[in-house]
């Protein structure tokens, strides 16, 4: 069944995943422009700290008790 636990695993693995394809477009981007590097480094590095940031408070929502 769909538990507390198994919403935090799915958030985790939903994370993990955004955060490769987001590093993949940035290396793609980079090797298309690579004068547009920094920017893409730039923008690349706070959104995956916003995905991870929701994986957070997924994480700490969950009430294990």
């Known amino acids: 069944m ?4 198994f919403a935090v695993a799915l958030a985790a693995l939903a994370g993990g995943i ?6 993949a477009k940035a290396a793609e981007a980079t090797g298309r422009n690579p ?3 920094t920017p893409v480094l730039t923008i690349a ?3 995956a ?9 997924t994480a ?4 294990f008790n």
Do not use: D, Q, R, S
């Open 2 to 5: 769909f538990t507390k636990g």
């Open 18 to 23: 955004g955060i490769g394809l987001l590093g």
């Open 35 to 37: 004068g547009a590097a």
């Open 45 to 47: 590095i706070i959104l």
């Open 49 to 57: 700290a916003l995905i991870e940031g929701i994986f957070i408070l």
């Open 60 to 63: 700490f929502a969950v009430n």
